[in-house]
């Protein structure tokens, strides 16, 4: 068996580092980078272009896997069954959800060095080292979105951690920036170390670290009740809700961010979240079976009974805190920490309703989130580079100085709001839609309680899509409709117009914004899938819910 | 393989210093103090993957690799946190996480 195991292995070797191609890149990157410091003729260079190259080849090399998907998930010599493939002798798996994730990291730290590169954050002799930091905590996130084994879900979240810590405290001369890496360490460290304990109990007590198999395992009912297990699980969860900011573990999120840049807030903000989601939805979706080839019905009823309550008060608490304790706010880095903390609770809400559409619905959420958010720390950084200032009260009047800064910014705040037309709210929509379906599906499964929870998440969901109104709406008031310092000392308001390439790349985000606002099919088609089982789409890895079985109804009356 | 060999006590030493690193990194206001806490919780989960590793023949080499890596990971999680300390205090003359008051809200 072991022999046969290595053949297998040496075999599968090649074709396992083809479909590793985007991380074995970026670690190329890493070597390139820190390499190119070293020499006397590079090292006054500014190495972002390089940095966007490999990141743009990485993306392109992502996208091919796309393509061959079909020819990827078929050649799975372990377990033929499954629409996905594991690597590596199973420490990670290659399915169309982990490489949509990959796309969609790849993508955005291209966006993310091209922003760098507009804004200049990083100084010129510093720049290696920043982006050695964004590709090393990118290669973790891909890996979390692929990780099959939890030794793998452990380094993949410090790979993702220890970078990240030092992005926060990059300006090092800036009193706030080193507290902000100080306060993300402190508590990143205990968070990490705590899942770990949790990872131990839960691999020891199963007697395998190998994702499927605890799943499995976990599935089972009554192994949940076992306080050992339940230890285990929470403290991972625990683990995995930091890294997403979900309330009560989001205590991190606002300090990093108002003392880190705003271009490394909007990498935390997008790629950690968008990993972390990735993860959760693996392990949550995987408890209920859904990743097994044959889904049993019972299993999935058994654990979305206690699942899904947990997952939905989560993501409630998290959209309400992170919108209430938003609207206090001046420090325009700081709002966006709380609105980044909504977002995420708006995600786990598709996440808790338990279904392969819910995974599809957030992956949508995601991409749109993306452009949206980026935009919207773009916007603060251009500002910050303008004025030197971020927060709204120096901002009073702002449109009389760079009217397309600030129409540009209303774009990404109104979209994060969800108006329509913007792409803000066809994600809120995707997600609103499955909240929905899974309440009538949960009532026709006979769970009137999970329906009436799945109810309360819609309301709870639309209660904070109105609040978030005055914050966002908050900060465009104080720019459109108060006064500048000069109109109040009748002196002429100077212009600041920002120049045309910033403007460019703001207009390309509100672009992709407006028209996924008004064409989501295609985006949609490929988060969801269609019938049709040729047509790869994210989700092929996670099964659909077992249809009601109709026979106990038909009882005598 | 696991003869002679009693799970419990070493869970339960386990256990000890994960309560220890939790207390320890809740209580301690030198950020020196939270991250020697943080290193406890990283051996206690440690001593519980060792242990399991004698006492299930199926975890034997999954635990000491789960082991290892731990170790590796706890050497670059230290590395960076104390450069990030050390970075706190060039620009607070102090390390102690209390001052660390500015952001809030």
Same mark, same amino acid.
């Given at each position: 068996?072991?022999?046969?195991?290595?053949?297998?292995? &040496?075999?599968?070797?090649?074709?396992d *580092?083809?479909?590793?191609?985007?991380e074995?890149?970026?670690?190329?990157?890493?070597?390139?980078?820190?390499? %190119?410091?070293?020499?006397p003729?590079?090292?006054?260079?500014?190495?972002?272009?390089?940095?966007?190259?490999?990141?743009?080849?990485?993306?392109?090399?992502?996208?091919?896997?796309?393509?061959?998907?079909?020819?990827?998930?078929?050649?799975? /010599?372990?377990?033929?069954?499954?629409?996905?493939?594991?690597?590596?002798?199973?420490?990670?798996?290659?399915?169309?959800?982990?490489?949509?994730?990959?796309?969609?990291?790849?993508?955005f730290?291209?966006?993310?060095?091209?922003?760098?590169?507009?804004?200049?954050?990083?100084?010129?002799?510093?720049?290696a080292?920043?982006?050695?930091?964004?590709?090393?905590?990118?290669?973790?996130?891909s890996m979390?979105?692929?990780?099959?084994h939890l030794?793998?879900?452990f380094?993949?979240?410090?790979?993702t951690?220890?970078?990240?810590?030092?992005?926060a405290?990059?300006l090092?001369?800036?009193?706030?920036?080193?507290?902000?890496a100080l306060?993300?360490?402190?508590?990143?460290?205990?968070a990490?170390?705590?899942?770990?304990?949790?990872i131990?109990?839960?691999?020891?007590?199963?007697?395998?670290?190998?994702?499927?198999?605890?799943?499995a395992?976990l599935?089972? #009912?009554?192994?949940?009740?076992? #306080?050992?297990?339940?230890?285990?699980?929470?403290?991972?969860?625990?683990?995995?809700?930091?890294?997403?900011?979900?309330?009560?573990?989001?205590?991190?999120?606002?300090?990093?961010?108002?003392?880190?840049?705003?271009?490394?807030?909007?990498?935390?903000?997008?790629a950690?979240?968008?990993?972390a989601l990735?993860?959760l939805?693996?392990?949550?979706?995987?408890?209920?079976?859904?990743?097994?080839?044959?889904?049993?019905?019972?299993?999935?009823?058994?654990?979305?009974?206690?699942?899904?309550?947990?997952?939905?008060?989560?993501?409630?608490?998290?959209?309400?805190?992170?919108?209430?304790?938003?609207?206090?706010?001046?420090?325009?880095?700081?709002?966006? *920490?709380?609105?980044?903390?909504?977002?995420?609770?708006? %995600?786990?809400?598709?996440? /808790?309703?338990?279904?392969?559409?819910?995974?599809g619905?957030?992956?949508?959420y995601?991409?749109v989130?993306?452009f %949206?958010?980026?935009?919207?720390?773009?916007?603060?950084?251009?500002?910050?580079?303008?004025?030197?200032?971020?927060?709204?009260?120096?901002?009073?009047?702002?449109?009389q100085?760079?009217?397309l800064?600030?129409?540009?910014?209303?774009?990404?705040?109104?979209?994060?709001?969800?108006?329509? #037309?913007? *792409?803000?709210?066809?994600?809120?929509? &995707?997600?609103?839609?499955?909240?929905?379906?899974?309440?009538?599906?949960?009532?026709?499964?006979?769970?009137?309680k999970l329906?009436?929870?799945?109810y309360?998440?819609?309301?709870?969901?639309?209660?904070?899509?109105?609040?978030?109104?005055?914050?966002?709406?908050?900060?465009?008031?104080? %720019?459109?409709?108060?006064?500048?310092?000069e109109?109040?000392?009748?002196?002429?308001?100077?212009?600041?117009?920002?120049p045309?390439i910033?403007a460019?790349?703001?207009?390309?985000?509100?672009?992709?914004?407006?028209?996924?606002?008004i064409?989501?099919?295609p985006?949609?088609?490929?988060?969801?899938?269609?019938?049709?089982?040729?047509?790869?789409?994210?989700?092929?890895?996670?099964? *659909?819910?077992?249809?009601? &079985?109709?026979?106990?109804?038909?009882?005598?009356? | 393989?696991?003869?002679?060999?009693?799970l419990?006590?070493? !869970?339960?030493?386990?256990?000890? !210093?994960f309560?220890?690193?939790?207390?320890?990194?809740?209580?301690?206001r030198?950020?020196?103090?939270?991250?020697?806490?943080?290193?406890?919780? !990283?051996?206690?989960?440690?001593?519980?993957?060792?242990?399991?590793?004698?006492?299930?023949?199926?975890?034997?080499?999954?635990?000491?690799i789960?082991?290892?890596?731990?170790i590796?990971?706890?050497?670059?999680?230290?590395?960076?946190? !104390?450069?990030?300390?050390?970075?706190?205090?060039?620009?607070?003359?102090?390390?102690?996480?209390?001052s660390?008051?500015?952001?809030k809200?």
């Amino acid at each position: 068996m072991n022999e046969r195991l290595a053949n297998l292995l &040496q075999l599968s070797l090649g074709l396992d *580092a083809a479909a590793f191609m985007p991380e074995l890149l970026l670690c190329g990157g890493i070597v390139v980078l820190l390499l %190119m410091r070293l020499m006397p003729r590079y090292d006054r260079d500014n190495l972002g272009w390089i940095a966007l190259a490999i990141a743009g080849f990485a993306c392109y090399q992502a996208c091919s896997l796309w393509f061959e998907m079909p020819s990827l998930v078929g050649r799975s /010599a372990l377990d033929p069954d499954t629409k996905s493939t594991v690597l590596f002798g199973g420490m990670l798996v290659a399915d169309s959800f982990s490489v949509f994730i990959k796309i969609f990291l790849l993508a955005f730290v291209t966006l993310v060095i091209l922003l760098t590169l507009l804004t200049g954050i990083p100084d010129t002799e510093d720049s290696a080292d920043f982006y050695v930091l964004i590709f090393g905590s990118t290669i973790g996130m891909s890996m979390m979105a692929s990780a099959n084994h939890l030794l793998m879900v452990f380094i993949a979240i410090e790979m993702t951690s220890l970078p990240s810590y030092a992005l926060a405290g990059f300006l090092k001369g800036r009193r706030q920036s080193s507290e902000a890496a100080l306060k993300y360490v402190v508590y990143g460290s205990g968070a990490s170390g705590v899942m770990l304990y949790g990872i131990s109990l839960l691999a020891g007590y199963c007697g395998t670290g190998y994702l499927p198999d605890i799943l499995a395992r976990l599935s089972t #009912p009554g192994t949940l009740s076992e #306080p050992v297990i339940a230890l285990g699980v929470a403290f991972l969860l625990l683990g995995i809700g930091f890294k997403l900011a979900a309330v009560p573990f989001h205590f991190w999120c606002p300090d990093v961010f108002e003392g880190a840049a705003a271009e490394v807030g909007a990498f935390l903000s997008v790629a950690s979240k968008g990993a972390a989601l990735a993860l959760l939805a693996r392990i949550a979706l995987g408890m209920g079976g859904l990743s097994n080839a044959v889904v049993d019905p019972a299993v999935w009823s058994k654990t979305v009974d206690y699942l899904v309550p947990v997952l939905a008060v989560f993501a409630i608490i998290t959209t309400t805190f992170g919108n209430l304790a938003a609207y206090g706010q001046t420090n325009l880095k700081r709002l966006l *920490a709380y609105s980044t903390i909504a977002h995420a609770g708006f %995600m786990m809400m598709g996440l /808790a309703t338990m279904t392969r559409d819910g995974a599809g619905a957030v992956l949508f959420y995601l991409v749109v989130y993306l452009f %949206m958010n980026l935009g919207a720390f773009a916007v603060v950084a251009f500002i910050r580079n303008l004025t030197g200032h971020e927060d709204i009260t120096y901002l009073r009047g702002f449109v009389q100085r760079s009217p397309l800064l600030v129409i540009m910014l209303g774009v990404f705040l109104l979209s994060l709001l969800g108006l329509p #037309p913007l *792409a803000g709210f066809s994600a809120k929509f &995707q997600i609103f839609a499955v909240v929905f379906d899974s309440a009538r599906m949960f009532a026709e499964h006979g769970k009137p309680k999970l329906a009436w929870t799945m109810y309360v998440v819609l309301a709870a969901g639309g209660l904070n899509t109105v609040l978030a109104l005055f914050y966002y709406v908050k900060v465009l008031k104080v %720019m459109i409709l108060e006064k500048t310092l000069e109109e109040v000392e009748n002196r002429p308001v100077e212009a600041k117009p920002i120049p045309g390439i910033h403007a460019a790349y703001l207009s390309v985000l509100a672009a992709v914004i407006l028209g996924l606002g008004i064409i989501w099919d295609p985006l949609a088609r490929i988060c969801y899938g269609t019938r049709d089982p040729n047509v790869v789409s994210a989700i092929d890895s996670f099964r *659909a819910v077992p249809p009601v &079985q109709t026979a106990p109804t038909a009882k005598v009356k | 393989m696991s003869e002679g060999v009693a799970l419990y006590p070493y !869970l339960v030493l386990g256990a000890l !210093l994960f309560t220890c690193g939790v207390i320890c990194m809740a209580t301690k206001r030198n950020a020196i103090g939270v991250l020697i806490g943080v290193e406890l919780v !990283l051996n206690g989960s440690n001593i519980n993957f060792v242990a399991f590793s004698q006492y299930n023949p199926d975890f034997q080499v999954e635990g000491m690799i789960f082991a290892l890596f731990v170790i590796v990971m706890a050497a670059g999680e230290a590395a960076v946190a !104390l450069a990030i300390v050390l970075n706190f205090y060039n620009n607070h003359s102090t390390v102690d996480v209390d001052s660390a008051e500015e952001l809030k809200g």
